[in-house]
């Protein structure tokens, strides 16, 4: 049987060559390892770029979300500090009007009256607040304010009522224009559009929904009993 031997030489220099190469391998792997990239990406990839493109379209869909993650979350904090606003506003007429109802005193019912007037100024002001360029409670019409300026709705109100003394008259003429179909309130205080904003896309299959808008029951009752007291 023939053995091939390896000299002492030979082999010193096999083992110095590996050892080369071996740090170069580790020199890379560290590199990759450290900047999360492949040093080579043409061999990486071997000709298939259709994880990279994955990849890529993923990181931009992403990119999406997050955009519309942070519109949401600016529109959400800015509509709840305005509904807090709103709601001081509403539960200090709604004393006021009790500690006048108390005193059974001309002089209390002209203090809320007046009192009265500034707040439907700034519930208005406030449910027309916009946020980056676009109005929070006018549905798709973010390019208007949604209501027409409260001293504008009070002389709407005032040419409405004009003639009349009795309470229960001034009310449902008030009721009236703020809640009958074509009345004042439809046809000229609310400008805003009849259709919610879009929902934003948080994910893939979760959206939040912005419906509040100021010609909803809810508020259209709170400026009706707000006007109401100005009136008084």
Do not use: C
Request: hydrophobic share 40%; glycine share 8%; no cysteine.
């Amino acid at each position: 049987m023939n053995t091939t031997g390896v000299g002492d030489l030979a082999q010193h220099l096999t083992l110095r060559r590996q050892n080369t190469d071996l740090k170069q391998q580790l020199n890379v792997l560290g590199d990759e390892l450290a900047s999360g990239r492949a040093s080579d990406l043409a061999a990486a990839l071997q000709g298939d770029y259709s994880y990279f493109a994955d990849v890529e379209r993923s990181l931009s869909i992403n990119n999406s979300y997050k955009n519309s993650i942070d519109e949401a979350v600016l529109f959400t904090s800015t509509m709840q500090t305005t509904l807090d606003r709103i709601q001081t506003v509403s539960a200090g007429l709604g004393s006021d009007v009790l500690t006048a109802a108390a005193s059974n005193s001309a002089v209390s019912f002209g203090a809320v009256s007046l009192g009265a007037q500034e707040d439907l100024r700034a519930l208005v002001s406030s449910l027309n607040t916009s946020v980056a360029g676009r109005s929070l409670f006018g549905g798709t019409a973010t390019d208007t304010a949604p209501l027409m300026l409260a001293d504008d709705m009070l002389d709407e109100l005032r040419t409405a009522v004009s003639g009349l003394t009795d309470a229960t008259s001034i009310q449902t003429v008030v009721d009236d224009w703020f809640n009958a179909p074509g009345g004042g309130f439809e046809t000229l205080g609310y400008q805003g559009s009849d259709t919610n904003l879009s929902p934003f896309q948080l994910a893939q299959d979760e959206t939040v929904q912005f419906d509040l808008r100021a010609d909803s029951a809810e508020i259209r009752d709170l400026l009706q009993q707000t006007a109401m007291a100005a009136l008084a």
